[in-house]
């Protein structure tokens, strides 16, 4: 991997002005140049050299992954020093006459210290030159969320198989949790959320101690993190009986919004006309009050990447970019239906979108 992690750097490097030098301080973006981001380090792409600056040498509390091997790994003097001030200092020690930083990322009092500790250097804005190279993921990239998809999905039908009522959200949101990493995750790739009863629906319900009951909703919103990337998978099921009249209704609706939503990944579309394409059929359906304000996000690195498919979003998908597609409508006081598929956008010569998470969409009752 260290002619990969070379690479990204060298594209990096391409931005800067000439005779300068870049300041990467976002974790994941380190991760992405460097092969790994310990806890308080900082990437300094130097004229003379790329070197990773860290308060303390990288051990077993950074995670699994290792800093590629062929970057140069600086430790810090100070354990409490500031890896960034440090980074500024030694691109100025190396003549650079600019130096660009992630001021989306910087606090106001961490970019004045950096004036500070180099005067002669012109402080430049990387702005989102790193992200923007992370849309596009290669093959191994997908490789490892389709890994971090079959693990969220074993995880998930795992569950299914067991006995549910009387269970609180919370126990069964911790057991999806442990389940994950049973599996081979490096962890939860975001807390892991189970709605039940009322409660099902809502994107981002934070599990409680309401327990399981007998013709509930439940939704389950869970992903892992397999090598520091990220996916996600959300289904909704009915609880020990036939679901209701209401129930298949609001879940056949809800179904063919994601299934719009999922057709019009292709390259080239609109994020917007995604989130429009999904939009639509809810709001034919009725249901365009209190929607959520996006129906799905990029994933990799970081679980809530660019692009973002909503209303006012802005540019086109590319091919090889992976996305969530993952409407949702919560009745208030009944509860409600999402269902969060994984998948890559990918020309039709290629197949079309491909699908990562795999468990079932049918409305099964549990």
Not at 92 to 102: D, F, K, N, P
């Amino acid at each position: 991997m260290s002619e990969v992690y070379a690479a990204r750097r060298e594209r990096v490097r391409e931005r800067c002005a000439g005779g300068g030098a870049a300041l990467v301080s976002r974790p994941a973006n380190i991760r992405y140049l460097a092969g790994a981001a310990p806890q308080g380090a900082v990437l300094l792409l130097g004229r003379s050299e790329d070197v990773l600056l860290c308060p303390r040498p990288p051990g077993e509390e950074d995670g699994p992954e290792r800093p590629d091997a062929e970057l140069r790994t600086r430790v810090l003097d100070a354990p409490d020093g500031d890896a960034a001030v440090a980074a500024a200092g030694q691109a100025q020690a190396q003549g650079a006459e600019s130096l660009a930083v992630e001021e989306h990322h910087l606090s106001v009092a961490r970019h004045r210290a950096l004036a500070s500790v180099a005067p002669r250097l012109r402080l430049v804005d990387l702005a989102r030159g790193v992200e923007q190279l992370r849309l596009v993921k290669d093959e191994e990239e997908i490789s490892c969320l389709r890994i971090a998809a079959e693990i969220a999905d074993q995880a998930l039908g795992e569950l299914l198989e067991s006995i549910l009522v009387g269970r609180t959200e919370r126990h069964l949101a911790l057991e999806l949790e442990r389940r994950l990493v049973d599996h081979g995750a490096d962890g939860a790739a975001f807390p892991t959320s189970v709605a039940t009863g009322p409660h099902s629906g809502r994107g981002g319900h934070r599990p409680t101690d309401r327990r399981v009951e007998e013709g509930d909703f439940l939704s389950v919103c869970l992903g892992a993190a397999y090598r520091g990337y990220r996916c996600e998978v959300g289904r909704t099921f009915v609880i020990g009986t036939s679901p209701a009249d209401w129930q298949i209704e609001l879940y056949d609706v809800v179904f063919a919004a994601q299934r719009a939503g999922r057709e019009a990944l292709t390259p080239g579309a609109a994020c917007r006309d995604v989130d429009r394409a999904a939009r639509h059929v809810l709001d034919a359906a009725g249901y365009a009050e209190g929607l959520a304000a996006r129906t799905g996000h990029g994933v990799g690195l970081e679980n809530d990447e660019d692009p973002q498919l909503a209303p006012a979003a802005m540019g086109k998908l590319d091919a090889c970019v992976p996305v969530t597609v993952e409407p949702g409508v919560h009745l208030p006081g009944r509860g409600g239906v999402r269902i969060d598929d994984t998948l890559v956008v990918r020309c039709e010569a290629d197949g079309g979108p491909e699908l990562l998470t795999i468990t079932t969409k049918e409305l099964l009752a549990l």
